[in-house]
């Protein structure tokens, strides 16, 4: 009989997606607490409240504890911390998991000390806490020392995404995977754009992600006179994804804060250079000619058309990005020490364990 495993996310997160299909393909019956629905095949789904603000999560303890008593399953595992963590924190069933996925660790504790206080009590009932970047460690034991954190990154699929040969690509083109939301700055990526397009007509953008800001930065772009070399997909599948980061040679991500960046990760796999924000978790994967000030558009613009100019550069960087991933990036690897971890904490039972372990 197959062990039972109660994510707590977003369903309509295509990380939490990904990890409830990795998890099933592994033999775990899985479930899925969460406040924003989507359908998941094989998963089984018990769907909280809607949450508009950050203070409705409050209000859903109950609920999440009902479900959770419901599902009776053998191992929690947030997404997470100071949202579904919180949840998962206040249910009390045990062995528990948490995920640090960047601003819950590396912003919220930091707005003011309530938010801190809290966020190190959430992390303190969890038996295991998991981040996919060192800095996104350190944090959690900032807030809370003695936690048990290993590093356990998104991975990608190999299968999916790989390069394409770099002299097949029609020309020049560049693509940001971030969402349109304020913190992933693609208001700088148009700023730096016009100032690469206006030396380099022929340069073009693909902007992927979706979000709240689409209107605001269609009008940027339409008032940069961008309108024609700009082209907003929105939110695509893998296979969208792949098929344009096929045609392109450079992938820019310029977040204020971030921790390991699946889409750095898919682009880097896919063997196109990669400029991103000067970020710790970033120089864990990228040297120091591919980092950028975070905000700097004049500094992105200046790389960008250092690449441009010098093909040969941008596709030794690229070898070396797919290479790289080739090595150390592979989803399959992480997702087989998470199975590995789940197991271990079923095996020892319930209890605090302390350091820090790098899997994969």
């Given at each position: 009989?197959?062990?039972?495993?109660?994510?707590?996310?977003?369903?309509?997160?295509?990380?939490?997606?990904?990890?409830?299909?990795?998890?099933?393909?592994?033999?775990?019956?899985?479930?899925?607490?969460?406040?924003?629905?989507?359908?998941?095949?094989?998963?089984?789904?018990?769907?909280?409240?809607?949450?508009?603000?950050?203070?409705?999560?409050?209000?859903?303890?109950?609920?999440?504890?009902?479900?959770?008593?419901?599902?009776?399953?053998?191992?929690?595992?947030?997404?997470?911390?100071?949202?579904?963590?919180?949840?998962?924190?206040?249910?009390?069933?045990?062995?528990?998991?948490?995920?640090?996925?960047?601003?819950?660790?590396?912003?919220?504790?930091?707005?003011?000390?309530?938010?801190?206080?809290?966020?190190g009590?959430?992390?303190?009932?969890?038996?295991?806490?998991?981040?996919?970047?060192?800095?996104?460690?350190?944090?959690?034991?900032?807030?809370?020392?003695?936690?048990?954190?290993?590093?356990?990154?998104?991975?990608?699929?190999?299968?999916?995404?790989?390069?394409?040969?770099?002299?097949?690509?029609?020309?020049?083109?560049?693509?940001?995977?971030?969402?349109?939301?304020?913190?992933?700055?693609?208001?700088?990526?148009?700023?730096?754009?016009?100032?690469?397009?206006?030396?380099?007509?022929?340069?073009?953008?693909?902007?992927?992600?979706?979000?709240?800001?689409?209107?605001?930065?269609?009008?940027?772009?339409?008032?940069?006179?961008?309108?024609?070399?700009?082209?907003?997909?929105?939110?695509?599948?893998?296979?969208?994804?792949?098929?344009?980061?096929?045609r392109?040679?450079?992938?820019?991500?310029?977040?204020?804060?971030?921790?390991?960046?699946?889409?750095?990760?898919?682009?880097?796999?896919?063997?196109?250079?990669?400029?991103?924000?000067?970020?710790?978790?970033?120089?864990?994967?990228?040297?120091?000619?591919?980092?950028?000030?975070?905000?700097?558009?004049d500094?992105l613009?200046?790389?960008?058309?250092?690449?441009?100019?010098?093909?040969?550069?941008?596709?030794?960087?690229?070898?070396?990005?797919?290479?790289?991933?080739?090595?150390?990036?592979?989803?399959?690897?992480?997702?087989?020490?998470m199975d590995?971890?789940y197991?271990?904490?079923?095996?020892s039972?319930?209890?605090?364990?302390?350091?820090?372990?790098?899997?994969?």
């Open positions: 009989m197959s062990h039972h495993l109660c994510l707590l996310g977003d369903a309509n997160s295509v990380h939490v997606q990904r990890w409830a299909g990795e998890m099933l393909a592994r033999g775990w019956q899985i479930s899925l607490v969460t406040a924003r629905p989507q359908p998941i095949a094989g998963v089984r789904q018990i769907v909280l409240p809607p949450v508009t603000r950050s203070l409705d999560w409050l209000a859903r303890v109950s609920p999440a504890r009902r479900a959770i008593a419901a599902l009776n399953p053998d191992i929690v595992h947030a997404h997470y911390v100071t949202s579904y963590g919180y949840l998962a924190a206040r249910c009390g069933t045990r062995p528990l998991i948490m995920t640090a996925w960047g601003s819950d660790l590396l912003v919220t504790p930091r707005r003011n000390l309530a938010l801190r206080l809290l966020t009590w959430t992390l303190s009932q969890a038996d295991l806490i998991t981040g996919d970047s060192p800095d996104l460690l350190a944090a959690a034991r900032n807030l809370r020392h003695g936690l048990r954190t290993e590093l356990i990154h998104w991975g990608v699929d190999l299968n999916r995404f790989k390069p394409e040969p770099w002299e097949a690509k029609p020309s020049f083109e560049a693509v940001s995977l971030r969402s349109w939301e304020p913190n992933y700055r693609i208001d700088v990526i148009l700023e730096a754009f016009a100032k690469v397009h206006a030396e380099r007509s022929e340069a073009r953008l693909h902007l992927l992600g979706g979000g709240s800001q689409e209107s605001a930065l269609r009008a940027q772009a339409n008032s940069l006179g961008l309108a024609d070399a700009v082209q907003f997909h929105g939110r695509l599948d893998d296979a969208g994804m792949a098929e344009v980061l096929g392109c040679r450079l992938s820019i991500s310029v977040p204020e804060s971030d921790a390991t960046s699946v889409s750095v990760l898919e682009s880097m796999a896919c063997g196109l250079a990669v400029l991103a924000s000067d970020l710790p978790a970033n120089r864990d994967w990228l040297g120091a000619d591919a980092l950028v000030p975070a905000g700097n558009a500094a613009a200046q790389k960008w058309l250092s690449l441009m100019n010098d093909g040969s550069q941008a596709a030794y960087l690229g070898q070396s990005n797919g290479e790289r991933i080739a090595r150390n990036g592979d989803r399959r690897a992480q997702m087989d020490a590995r971890l197991r271990q904490l079923l095996a039972g319930p209890g605090r364990g302390r350091g820090t372990h790098h899997a994969g």
